[in-house]
C-alpha cells in the first residue's frame, strides 16, 4: 500500500523564491486535491482536479500558485515569488469519483517562507 | 456557503473517560460528513463516515450519528485511551461543492492522560 506521497516533506525558502511541490496520489484514483493548513486551522481547499483536468480552483489560490497534473497521474504545485503568508502545510488528498467517497491524505509538505 | 463548526479545544481528560466533540454544519442539499484524526507527526487519516440521515458511522469505538434535524455529526466514544491523544477534524462533502472537496472545521485537540 504505497498511499499519498509527497514530497518534499519540509522546504523552507526565501521570500520570493519560487517553490514545488510533488504529490502522486494512489495510482487507481482520479480525483486529486490541494488543500493548505495553517497552525490552529483545518485544510482549506485550494484546486482539484480529475485525471489531469483542473476543474476548480479556490479564491484562495492567487495568479501566483499554480497546479498541474499531467496525464492524469502526480501533480505540482508552484508557488512563485514566495511571501511570508504562504507559510503553511500544503496536503495533497486523492479519491475515487464516487459520491460520499473518503479522501486519502499525504503527510504535507511544510513550507516555511523566511 | 457550506460551513462546519466544531467545538474548540483543547479537551483534556483522564483515560477512561467518556468524549464527545460537537460539530455543527450547514450544508444546502445531503452532504456527506466525515470526521478525519491527526494523530502527532503523521497524516490525516479517516476515521468515521456517515453518507445520509441517521447513518451511524463508527470506528475504533467512536461513534458519529447523522442527524438532519440538528445539523449535526457529534464524536463519541464510550472510553479514551491514551493512544487517541490527537487533532480530530469534522468535514463535510457537499453534492453541491465541486468534485465532493471537502470543507473542514478548525479541528479539536484531545489529549488524555493515564
Known amino acids: 500500500d504505497t498511499g499519498v506521497s509527497q514530497n518534499p516533506r519540509h522546504k523552507i525558502t526565501k521570500r520570493g523564491q519560487n517553490v514545488t511541490f510533488r504529490c502522486d496520489p494512489i495510482s487507481e484514483h482520479n480525483r486529486l486535491y490541494w488543500y493548505r493548513q495553517t497552525l490552529g486551522q483545518g485544510p482549506e481547499f485550494l484546486t482539484y482536479f480529475q485525471n489531469e483536468a483542473q476543474l476548480e480552483k479556490s479564491r484562495l489560490l492567487s495568479d501566483r500558485f499554480s497546479a498541474e497534473r499531467p496525464k492524469g497521474s502526480f501533480s505540482t504545485l508552484e508557488i512563485q515569488r514566495t511571501e511570508q503568508g504562504d507559510s503553511a502545510m500544503y496536503l495533497c488528498a486523492s479519491s475515487l469519483e464516487t459520491r460520499g467517497t473518503e479522501a486519502f491524505f499525504g503527510q504535507g509538505t511544510r513550507l516555511t517562507v523566511v | 456557503g457550506d460551513s462546519v463548526t466544531q467545538m474548540e479545544g483543547p479537551v483534556t481528560l483522564s483515560e477512561e473517560a467518556f468524549l464527545t466533540i460537537n460539530c455543527t454544519y450547514t450544508?444546502?442539499?445531503?452532504?456527506?460528513l466525515f470526521w478525519y484524526v491527526q494523530y502527532p507527526g503523521e497524516g490525516l487519516q479517516l476515521l468515521l463516515k456517515a453518507t445520509k440521515a441517521d447513518d451511524k458511522g463508527s470506528n475504533k469505538g467512536f461513534e458519529a450519528t447523522y442527524r438532519k434535524e440538528t445539523t449535526s455529526f457529534h464524536l463519541e466514544k464510550g472510553s479514551v485511551q491514551v493512544s487517541d491523544s490527537a487533532v480530530y477534524f469534522c468535514?463535510?462533502?457537499?453534492?453541491?461543492?465541486?468534485?465532493?472537496?471537502?470543507?473542514f472545521g478548525k479541528g479539536t485537540t484531545l489529549s488524555v492522560s493515564s
Open positions: 450544508a444546502t442539499g445531503y452532504p456527506s
Open positions: 468535514a463535510l462533502s457537499s453534492a453541491n461543492q465541486a468534485g465532493t472537496a471537502l470543507i
